[in-house]
């Protein structure tokens, strides 16, 4: 049994709370009580059916105002899988919410409306799950039933899908057709699709192949703490302590410390308390290195015959977060994953238009929501792979000097040679 | 099947690890907050795979009520003397003695929201940036938004609307002073993933988790233990049963449920078939509005 990390992008016109509501159900996550309160809200509000959305609005705010506000999460498991919804708004002023849910997310649901087919907001999404390098798209055509169960209603969005897919280089890509509020094709394949040959959306869910997308090829392990007992019997005893980001490490790796470039080989691993022999992404581990090396939390441990890049000048995408505007010329600090260095964005390069991908002209402020392309000039190297790359080390954050705020993500692309 | 796999608890008890080392990385002053529920004792378990064979770089802070179940104190002294780390009891009995509180009132007055004074107290006392928890977003439906790191203000508030995006496994704790971070590792564990770690890593728990005799008082449906902080009518009807706790928390507003079970691999049976959620069955607390977690939480529970 593994864990699946999906998010749900859509809106509730599309169906989208209705689907989660209905995964939950049919897998008996939701319990008794819980749908006594969701029938007693509905009971307050008066208005009639049993209304499944309640179930992820976790916030008094977003009950009033029927709307997702933040990023929610839900959980249920099947004997197969322990999986994770991040339950993200889908408008376009919530855009810096998906972007935090497609963060780690190993599979997206984008629900597109039969009715209406490939849409604005369609694209948009598709931007956000291709920006992020989400490694599995199911484009769920839902509300099939209003269509009548149409074959060529479905076909006809598939290959306007098939579009933007191609725009955008998605390479995994599932296509379902759905009733969410029905049940079509959620848990069992429905008979109300004889035309559709694949399988139920759990069953996709259930059987997709995540371990291919963990890197085990270059590795890379950021330090987090050093373990130092300081006790007599444990004297020399001195532990780097991480999570693996991506790779294996073995003892007598050789290995280079990042930024200082200082090498050694590896003596010693831990894994939970256990001595091993090697260690793999993403286990946390100690590792123990044979020479006495000055090491803090930030450097990142590589292998020598395997470096990432090494630059104090970098271009990347940026997802503003903050309602304080981004403009060339501040200072931030830079934060990726241990490793925290200020930085000035020095230049906003162009703005991305998220519905059509394309690039508009170079705005002197990026607002909250939108994301920009900028180049980056950090205050010490950054040891960093390209996002596209090594989602574990090619992202990163930007901390507001003074509210302290997260204000932006940033998606590493290059790093900028003169 | 390849060997570079991990399993699910092995993944949760990874991130679990390294959330605690990036508290450990980015605060000076951080807390464990120790309940005695099998939740925190689950967090003592994984500070020891955090940080072995050093010390934690964080004392165990235990919020006494005054309304534990004896057999939770009894195990928590044991097992801090057995782990050999720090550990801070501060009673909420003398808040309300110093601060002048006002209690409850009722059958099953409850302590439960006024050991948010107790606790920002401490948070003072010791300067605290940090406090680690043992809460899950599978608990309540205002815990599913919550952050892993989450930013509380002066007065302990979390304000829902003003979170921080927390991206990948990437946590922003820098704050300013007088606000804290309450983070929290196990926030992507369920209760059964909770039970399931337990039995694979063979961890002991209070008795009181496994099925027992106890005198209990039926009060809307659920029963709750007859105890000295209870104050029983003449109607009240008082009956014999076997019952275990699905969470320990005080004696006033933690209801038991009837079960046989006297081992984990029937308490997971349980869990597996039962039609109620944890906090529904069993917290008295949580009934009282739609929000009433989240109100809590605003105030500076956890």
Redo the contacts between chains.
């Keep these: ?3 699946l990390r999906f998010i749900t992008a859509g809106s509730v016109d599309d169906g989208k709370s209705t689907l989660i509501g209905r995964l939950l159900f049919d897998s008996k996550s939701i ?4 749908l006594a ?1 969701i029938e ?2 509905t009971r307050n509000r008066q208005d009639g059916e049993i209304d499944l959305a309640l ?7 977003e ?1 009033e105002q029927g709307i997702t ?7 249920f ?1 099947t004997p197969k ?2 999986f ?1 919804i991040a339950d993200a708004p889908g408008h376009i002023q919530y855009t ?2 998906m ?2 849910g497609a ?2 997310a190993d599979l997206a649901i984008i629900l597109v409306d039969a009715r209406n087919g490939v849409v604005e907001q369609t694209r948009r999404h598709s931007i956000i799950a291709s920006l992020l390098n989400i490694p599995h798209i199911v484009i769920a055509v839902n509300k099939m039933d209003l269509v009548g169960y149409s074959q060529d209603v479905y076909n006809n969005i598939l290959i306007d899908y098939a579009e933007v897919a191609k725009s955008l280089g998605l390479k995994d890509v599932i296509y379902i057709p759905i009733s969410a509020i029905n049940g079509d094709n959620i848990v069992d394949t429905s008979t109300n699709f004889p035309w559709y040959e694949g399988e139920s959306l759990l069953h996709i869910l259930e059987n997709i192949e995540v ?1 291919n997308d963990i890197n ?1 090829d270059d590795p890379r392990f950021p330090v ?2 050093v ?5 007599e019997d ?1 004297h020399d ?1 001195r ?1 780097y ?3 693996i980001a991506s790779g ?1 490490y073995k003892t007598g790796d050789k290995v280079v410390i990042l930024p200082s470039e200082i090498t050694s080989t590896i003596s010693a691993i831990e894994v ?2 256990q001595e091993v022999q090697e260690a ?1 992404a ?3 581990a100690i590792l123990h290195l044979a020479d006495d090396v000055d090491i803090s ?1 930030g450097d990142v441990i590589v292998n020598q015959n395997n470096l990432p890049q090494l630059s104090n000048e970098l271009e990347v995408f940026i997802c503003w ?1 903050d309602h304080k505007p981004l403009q060339a010329g501040n200072k931030y ?1 830079f ?4 490793r925290v260095v200020r930085c000035v964005v020095k230049e906003i390069k162009y703005k991305l238009d998220v519905n059509t991908l394309q690039k508009l002209d170079a705005p002197d402020k990026a607002g909250l929501n939108d994301i920009v392309n900028a180049t980056i000039k950090t205050a010490s190297p950054i040891p960093f792979d390209s996002y596209k790359k090594l ?2 080390n090619g ?3 930007l ?1 507001d000097e003074t509210s ?3 204000a932006g ?1 940033c998606m590493i692309q290059d790093a900028i040679t003169d | 099947m ?1 060997s ?5 608890l ?6 679990a ?2 959330i605690f ?2 508290v ?2 980015q605060f000076e002053k951080p807390a464990l907050l120790f309940s005695g529920g099998k939740d925190s004792i689950t967090l003592v378990h994984l500070a ?8 934690f770089p964080f004392p165990l802070v235990h919020i006494d009520t005054g309304h534990n179940f004896p057999e939770a104190l009894d195990f928590r002294d044991k097992l801090v003397t057995e782990i050999g780390e720090k550990l801070i009891v501060r009673k909420v009995e003398d808040t309300i003695r110093s601060k002048n509180l006002t209690e409850q009132k009722g059958k099953f007055a409850s302590r439960n929201a006024l050991q948010t004074y107790t606790l920002l107290d401490v948070i003072e006392e010791f300067g605290f940036d940090a406090c680690i928890g043992g809460a899950r ?2 608990e309540e ?5 919550e952050r892993i790191f989450s930013v509380r203000d002066e007065f302990g508030q979390w304000n ?2 003003l ?8 946590y ?1 704790g ?3 002073k007088g606000e804290n971070v309450r983070a929290f590792p196990i ?2 564990w ?1 209760e ?2 909770i039970w399931n770690y337990i039995k694979r890593k063979n961890i002991e728990l209070p008795s009181i988790y496994f099925s027992h005799e106890r005198k209990v008082l039926e009060h809307e449906g659920q029963l709750v233990a007859v105890s000295e902080f209870i104050n029983l009518e003449p109607t009240d009807i008082v009956t014999s049963k076997k019952v275990r706790y699905r969470t320990v928390g005080d004696m006033t507003c933690t209801a038991a449920v009837e079960s046989t079970a006297s081992n984990i691999d029937d308490i997971i049976t349980e869990i597996i078939a ?4 944890e906090r ?2 069993t917290r008295i607390d949580d009934k009282v509005s ?2 009433a977690m ?1 109100d809590r939480k605003k105030n500076g529970y956890f």
């Design positions: 049994m593994d864990i319990l008794i009580d819980q309160a007693k809200q179930l992820t609005d976790g916030l008094r705010a009950r506000i933040d990023v929610a999460y839900k959980y498991s899988r322990k994770i810096r919410n972007v935090t963060s780690n371990y085990l987090q703490y373990i130092r007992p300081q006790r444990l005893y532990g302590a991480g999570k294996i939970s308390g793999f993403p286990q946390s939390r977060m600090f934060q990726v994953n241990s989602r574990t992202g990163a954050i901390i302290l705020l997260t993500a | 390849s570079y796999r991990l399993d699910y092995d993944h949760l008890e990874s991130e690890i390294h080392r990036e450990a990385g020891l795979k955090a940080f072995r064979p050093g010390k977003r599978d439906k205002a815990r599913a938004k829902p609307k979170q921080r995006p927390e991206l990948w496994n990437t922003n820098k704050i300013h926030s992507n369920t059964l993933d039962t039609k109620t959620s529904g069955e739609e929000a989240e």
